[in-house]
């Protein structure tokens, strides 16, 4: 991530909103991408509740070559719920009281930040709570992470995107150190260079009738995205291509993307007869009035990187995507 990002989510800026509690207005909430402060008293922590903790909302991220977890957990006592802990962006507080629920709370000590707060009577109704609900807190926190950084993105220097709209009439926030690699009539490729590495995000679209049961699997993915790979994505070598790794089997959602469905799929490729891989992020976006599905897709190429941050902030510029009033079914 380039230096403006890192200042974006690393430095505190300070200021005071209208509500009768003194929250600090519209600052870069200190921690990085990803980040959770838990407040969480010790005998908890090292407990039966600390271990739920780790083995859920840290447990190993789907389709990373390498072991990274979901969510990166940051633990003091509750005690200490002032100064840096409740400026985090992602804060859960959990306590030991007469009262068993689970509560979200949007901007409570600091704007934006999401605070998830569990309470119960006992260990066993701490863990319910959790076990219950660790799908919903990860996802509450992804949500808030993607958009605060589509905030920023708002407020960096963004590239051109003419090019996109004409070719698949739709929009997207992307920043300005990506540069075009490839700019054809059905294929578009992006890539911003990184230390040791770099990111892509590539853009093409295939007739609607490529879906069967208007579903998508990840074998149907994978064949589509080995195509593409193998006629537009070359590395240095002769004769070799991107592709679908074969010894991880790809996973596949399905969500929304701009009240469109599209259906992500996340795996890892290889280069054909080389060394070099990655993980990816595939979107296949249904665009039902123009009788189309849009692909858009990053990948990255970071050897010496953790990559869960940098396969976060490809999805957060996907997810940026907007249709335009245009037609371009018969660009198919």
């Excluded at 039902?288 to 692909?295: K, L």
């Amino acid at each position: 991530m380039n230096k403006a990002l890192f200042l974006y989510f690393g430095i505190l800026f300070l200021g005071v909103s209208c509500s009768k509690k003194k929250i600090k207005n519209d600052p870069t909430t200190f921690s990085k991408p990803n980040q959770v402060t838990v407040l969480i008293d010790d005998p908890l922590w090292n407990g039966e509740v600390g271990d739920t903790l780790r083995n859920t909302l840290a447990a190993p991220f789907l389709g990373l070559p390498q072991e990274e977890p979901v969510l990166s957990l940051n633990q003091y006592p509750v005690k200490l719920l002032e100064g840096f802990t409740s400026n985090s962006r992602n804060i859960i507080i959990i306590k030991r009281e007469d009262k068993s629920q689970i509560r979200f709370q949007e901007n409570e000590y600091a704007n934006p930040q999401i605070v998830v707060h569990i309470s119960g009577r006992s260990v066993q109704e701490l863990l319910d709570s959790i076990h219950q609900n660790d799908s919903l807190i990860i996802k509450r926190i992804k949500e808030s992470e993607i958009k605060v950084y589509q905030q920023w993105l708002k407020r960096d220097t963004l590239m051109n995107t003419e090019k996109i709209a004409e070719r698949f009439g739709i929009s997207l926030d992307i920043p300005a150190r990506y540069r075009m690699v490839m700019g054809g009539k059905r294929f578009i490729w992006l890539k911003k260079e990184i230390t040791s590495g770099n990111l892509s995000l590539v853009f093409y679209q295939l007739p609607l009738s490529v879906l069967k049961n208007k579903k998508i699997n990840p074998r149907k993915i994978i064949k589509i995205r080995d195509s593409i790979g193998r006629i537009y994505i070359h590395g240095a070598v002769p004769r070799t291509y991107m592709m679908t790794e074969k010894a991880f089997t790809p996973y596949q959602t399905e969500t929304q993307i701009y009240k469109h469905t599209a259906f992500e799929t996340r795996g890892t490729w290889e280069l054909s007869h080389d060394f070099m891989g990655g993980p990816f992020i595939n979107y296949a976006i249904i665009d039902q009035a123009n009788q189309r599905v849009i692909f858009i897709e990053g990948f990255c190429y970071a050897p010496s990187k953790k990559k869960r941050d940098l396969l976060f902030e490809l999805e957060a510029i996907i997810r940026s995507t907007r249709f335009l009033k245009t037609n371009h079914g018969n660009k198919v």
